[in-house]
């Protein structure tokens, strides 16, 4: 048996379990591990500037391709606790990241010694699990077991702690032997869903909702050709945004109180039955008033995991699955139906999702200076093609986003979900560009987004990721400012000041342009709406020749409300701005607008 440290034995297993990057920041209670990182060899390490920043880094490597996990690194204390959002957000969104923190030596642990905390008790709440590690060999069977849990079932992270004695503690291990251990995914029986496309056959307009765990099964093919031998018009969830391309002819829009489609909302409204698949009924999706969201419609559900079927509301019918192992049944049993000529006509269903689709648009061309959000988005749809992988975390930036930008491919709209923390989309951005540094990577955030992680503009700087940064900038809270309107109120919203080393840009208060300079980016500062074009061209330019994050910062009118639901019901949508009444006012809708 060969004999090695606990630290070279994790290391020998992250490799083994297909770990070739990882992202991180060192310190004393780490050192060893990072030793054996080093003389083990075979894993990248992106040095990180905020402990945060490195597992935000991880969820978007992990999300970027299929079999990806993310693994982010920090010493012991404030390293874990600053790593708790990202694991908050991993869990959120069915994501596994692995989170390895160090610790102090394990007789001291108890007695309040130098960053020691107890991690373990307080990343259990937000992993599958959360441990520390007391015994050296044990090492290999908490690490063969993270990625065993990390993949089973509903994907999500998990930490271990490892305290610096039991790192450098030797131990018997045999990398050469070692074997991951078997994945398990519970999958549909052929019964379920033989009774599944019983309620669909019944129904008349029937709808998908294909969420993030379509996505994250890796079975976007199966849907679509579901979907079109069913001739059933699919409703992709936000975090499912791009399992089937937006201008295809079963493409029925997104739905939701905020990042919808009119005709989404509108052709989902107009349904009576719904089968959900890898979808959690996120309430920015159905909103507050199920009543409303129900109706009178039929559901089925099909998840991964069992304590999500009712948890939100009691469908009709529940199956528990892996997507993709339904999907394969769903797509066999509807082949066997289409050969027996029983699967019905939906062509006039069809049809009418469609026309909704060409007549119930938004307007985004405006020529007004200060800029409106909605011309930033247009010129994006012009300038970014469908290889693109847009990265966002939250805020009205990125609801305008959803509602405006499209999407043609899976896990090119890599957006945090259900945590939504700010300043989430740099360090995410490089995760996705480390892991893809083939296709083109395009950021997008609000001024405050922006500014939260801004540091880890300069990780991309010193490791060469490039990739475009889309930064709209108001100088306001601007979804907060949105919401309390309802109260009456716009109280500590306000980011504008007059910045006395940059008088030019007035009251918008941060040189974004300097920053992104100063941590070795390239910048533009765009006020003029015509010239949006030329400037993301620039960007595209400038990324590949210096091989750097390029920031395009769009100086917005101060105020514009987005489009969204103030009563928190799907069918009582706010339109703020002026719609789409002829062609020249959406022009690069994915379906040319029918007046």
């Not at 026309?355 to 648009?361: C, G, I, S, V, Y």
């Not at 896990?411 to 939504?420: F, L, P, S, V, Y």
């Not at 405050?448 to 940064?469: G, K, S, T």
């Amino acid at each position: 048996m060969a004999r090695m440290t606990a630290a070279r034995a994790a290391v020998e297993i992250l490799k083994r379990e297909g770990v070739t990057d990882a992202f991180g920041v060192p310190g004393a209670a780490i050192n060893p591990f990072y030793k054996a990182l080093q003389e083990g060899g075979g894993i990248d390490h992106t040095l990180a500037r905020h402990v945060e920043g490195a597992s935000h880094m991880a969820e978007g490597y992990t999300r970027t391709a299929p079999g990806n996990i993310g693994v982010c690194i920090g010493t012991s204390g404030p390293a874990g606790t600053d790593m708790i959002t990202g694991l908050y957000s991993a869990i959120g969104d069915s994501v596994p990241i692995l989170c390895i923190t160090g610790q102090a030596p394990t007789h001291v642990i108890h007695k309040e010694d130098f960053q020691a905390v107890d991690i373990a008790s307080i990343a259990k709440p937000v992993t599958k699990m959360a441990v520390t590690v007391l015994e050296a060999a044990q090492v290999p069977g908490v690490f063969q077991q993270a990625f065993h849990l990390m993949r089973s079932g509903r994907p999500g992270p998990v930490l271990i702690d490892l305290p610096i004695d039991v790192q450098l503690t030797e131990i018997e291990f045999d990398p050469e032997t070692y074997e991951p251990l078997p994945v398990y995914k519970p999958a549909a029986t052929r019964a379920q869903i033989e009774k599944a496309i019983a309620f669909l056959l019944a129904s008349e307009r029937p709808v998908i909702v294909a969420g993030g765990g379509v996505i994250g099964a890796d079975a976007t093919d199966l849907l679509v050709e579901f979907a079109e031998l069913t001739r059933t018009p699919v409703i992709p969830t936000l975090m499912g945004w791009g399992a089937l391309p937006d201008d295809h002819e079963l493409n029925a829009g997104m739905v939701g109180v905020q990042t919808s489609h009119r005709y989404g909302n509108a052709n989902f409204l107009a349904s009576d039955f719904v089968l959900g698949i890898g979808n959690r009924w996120a309430n920015r999706h159905t909103g507050y008033k199920l009543d409303v969201y129900r109706g009178d419609r039929t559901f089925v559900h099909v998840d991964i995991e069992p304590t999500q079927i009712g948890k939100i509301f009691p469908p009709d019918y529940g199956v528990v699955s892996d997507a993709r192992a339904a999907l394969e049944l769903f797509v066999e049993v509807a082949k066997e139906l289409k050969a027996e000529g029983r699967l019905p006509d939906r062509s006039d269903w069809v049809a009418a999702t469609q026309e909704r689709k060409a007549t119930l648009l938004r307007r985004t061309h405006f020529d007004n200076v200060p800029m409106k959000p909605q011309r930033v988005y247009e010129e994006m749809n012009k300038a970014f093609g469908p290889d693109t992988r847009y990265v966002t975390t939250i805020g009205l930036s990125q609801i305008a986003g959803a509602q405006m930008l499209h999407v043609y491919r899976p896990r090119h709209w890599i957006n945090c979900g259900q945590a939504g923390p700010l300043g989430w989309t740099i360090p995410a951005a490089i995760g996705v560009a480390k892991a893809d540094p083939d296709s083109p990577v395009v950021a997008l955030s609000g001024d405050y987004d922006f500014q939260f992680l801004i540091e880890e503009l300069a990780v991309a700087a010193q490791h060469r990721i490039p990739y475009v940064h889309v930064l709209v900038n108001n100088a306001y809270l601007g979804l907060i400012r949105q919401a309390q309107i309802g109260l009456d109120i716009n109280f500590q919203v306000n980011l504008e000041f007059e910045n006395i080393n940059a008088p030019e840009i007035g009251v918008y208060g941060v040189d974004h342009v300097k920053v992104a300079e100063g941590l070795g980016c390239k910048a533009i500062r765009v006020t003029e709406p015509d010239e949006l074009g030329a400037a993301f061209e620039q960007a595209k330019k400038l990324a590949a020749e210096y091989r750097v994050p390029v920031v395009v910062e769009a100086i917005l009118e101060r105020i514009t409300n987005i489009s969204m639901s103030r009563t928190m019901d799907i069918s009582d949508i706010s339109e703020f701005e002026d719609l789409a009444t002829e062609p020249g006012h959406a022009p690069t809708s994915v379906k040319p607008l029918k007046v």
